[in-house]
């Protein structure tokens, strides 16, 4: 049967002899490997320095025709492709020779004549070596984004308070705990306090408890032994070995099952775990940093959420508020991502329209900082002129409405007396907004009040911009 080596890189065979290089490509070929010819050591530097194709092996004979020979193209390659192994090809088997192969840089050495067999040995080797790289590269990429705390975007006494607040606590060791509504910046908060940590230059790693089906999560987390359960072919680590020294997110910890909660209480004990299926006690040094939108106080009293887990974990407990309550921030954030958005779609910076600027303040944003996001990148699109005007925003009334039955008949039960007021007050005035085509004197006779008055309460709710509230006040 054939072997799959489709998603290998091919080899490139380096040598000055045409029936040489054709005898190599045809062992090497019979065994389904992709291969590439160059005749002089010049030629293989011009195909790597264009760096086009990528090679998981390059074998080469010692003497080349060119003014380079193999050993200076075996230190080259070393010093600057360092990743790339090179199998070097010897005119005899002599131990100083081989020494020299090896120190210059070469993985493996063949003397001639060789046997087809101690060739593919060799090209196998390297094969297990780039898999074994490919998937160390693999868990990099797998390991989140981070962002620098700057990247955190918002002048909201709240959100100054956030930073603030991530700067003193990031550099600590201590567990935290983010709560907050979906889209608030959860997300980034946890990876700005890996960031400031002294374990930056480790991994940093996420696992969403919630994406993770009940039954894998634990081995997912902590790995499992050959054997454990079906289907557990070979070892697997557990996630918690792959951020030794660095920092592990656990997003959507609200939904961790009872019995994993309290394996991963032991873990926060003292670092300690057993892997699925296994005996040994093993133990990593890893920082944990969870959230989650969940009413967590909820959850404990309808007994979902371990309450000494939630003690655990809430050494420093983080909460960004919702979009609507950080005020102009709204619009600072739009203007963020209408930059970034023009830049990705290759477009010129657009500006803003008044209205539309009024109509993203009233909003009140359910799905937060991800929803204006959203709602921006979409305006980007669908926008032909040079701000993007109402038009190009969805529609929120119907949502609107919809909120409004909720927030009039169940105020939250952690809002104050004048927080569910001021909710109140901003969805009446939203909604008369949006009735009223974001126009402030057809709003304000609805409501039955004056204009100057409409832009007081406007300002006071943060649903004026800044210039426009300077009026506001003057004239209220
Ligand atoms: N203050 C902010 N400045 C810049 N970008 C932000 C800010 N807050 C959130 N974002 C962006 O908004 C999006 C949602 O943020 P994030 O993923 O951190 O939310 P979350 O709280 O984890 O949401 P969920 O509970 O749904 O997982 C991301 O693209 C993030 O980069
Ligand atoms: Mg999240």
New binding site residues.
């Given amino acids: 049967m054939p072997r799959q080596r489709s998603s290998l890189p091919p080899i490139l065979v380096v040598d000055d002899e045409p029936n040489m290089r054709d005898s190599l490509r045809v062992i090497l070929c019979d065994e389904d490997y992709e291969v590439e010819t160059a005749e002089s050591a010049e030629q293989a530097l011009g195909y790597l320095d264009q760096g086009k194709r990528e090679y998981f092996v390059v074998i080469t004979d010692g003497r080349l025709g060119g003014v380079l020979n193999g050993y200076d193209l075996l230190r080259r390659i070393s010093r600057d492709w360092p990743n790339l192994p090179v199998i070097l090809i010897t005119a005899y088997a002599t131990p100083k020779l081989a020494v020299e192969a090896i120190q210059a840089g070469a993985v493996d050495y063949l003397s001639k004549p060789f046997q087809p067999e101690e060739l593919l040995h060799a090209v196998e080797r390297c094969h297990e070596r780039h898999q074994l790289i490919r998937e160390n590269t693999d868990l990099r990429s797998r390991t989140s984004q981070v962002?620098d705390v700057e990247?955190?975007?918002?002048d909201s006494p709240k959100?100054q308070e956030l930073r603030q607040l991530i700067r003193t606590v990031g550099p600590s060791d201590a567990n935290v705990l983010?709560l907050?509504?979906?889209?608030?910046?959860?997300?980034?908060?946890?990876?700005a306090l890996h960031l400031l940590s002294r374990r930056q230059s480790r991994n940093y790693i996420r696992i969403?408890c919630a994406a993770i089906p009940e039954a894998l999560l634990e081995s997912e987390l902590f790995g499992h032994e050959t054997g454990a359960f079906t289907g557990a072919l070979r070892l697997k680590r557990g996630r918690v070995e792959d951020a030794e020294g660095g920092t592990i997110f656990l997003?959507?910890i609200g939904d961790m099952s009872r019995p994993l909660q309290a394996k991963l209480l032991r873990f926060l004990e003292d670092g300690s775990f057993t892997r699925v299926g296994g005996n040994d006690e093993l133990r990593v040094d890893v920082r944990i940093i969870a959230?989650?939108?969940r009413d967590i106080v909820k959850a404990i009293r309808e007994n979902e959420f371990r309450e000494d887990l939630f003690h655990r974990l809430n050494v420093m407990q983080f909460r960004?508020i919702p979009?609507r309550d950080r005020g102009t921030?709204i619009l600072i954030?739009a203007k963020?991502?209408l930059k970034m958005h023009c830049y990705t779609q290759g477009r010129q910076m657009l500006g803003m329209a008044p209205d539309a600027e009024r109509k993203l303040l009233a909003h009140p944003w359910p799905?937060?900082?991800?929803e204006?996001?959203t709602v921006i990148e979409r305006a980007v699109i669908l926008e032909t002129g040079p701000v993007i005007r109402t038009t190009s925003l969805p529609d929120f009334e119907v949502e609107g409405r919809l909120r409004e039955v909720e927030t009039k008949s169940q105020p939250r039960p952690d809002q104050s007396f004048e927080e569910a007021v001021s909710s109140f007050e901003k969805s009446l005035i939203t909604q008369a907004l949006e009735e009223n085509h974001q126009n402030v004197i057809r709003a304000a006779e609805q409501l039955k009040m004056t204009r100057h008055a409409l832009r007081y309460r406007m300002q006071r709710l943060g649903l004026l911009h800044a210039s426009e509230g300077e009026a506001a006040s003057e004239s209220a």
Avoid: C, Q, W
């Fill in positions: 962002y990247h955190i975007i918002g959100m983010i907050g509504e979906s889209g608030t910046g959860k997300e980034i908060i946890a990876g969403n997003d959507e959230a989650t939108n960004p979009l921030d954030l963020h991502f799905g937060n900082v991800r204006l996001r």
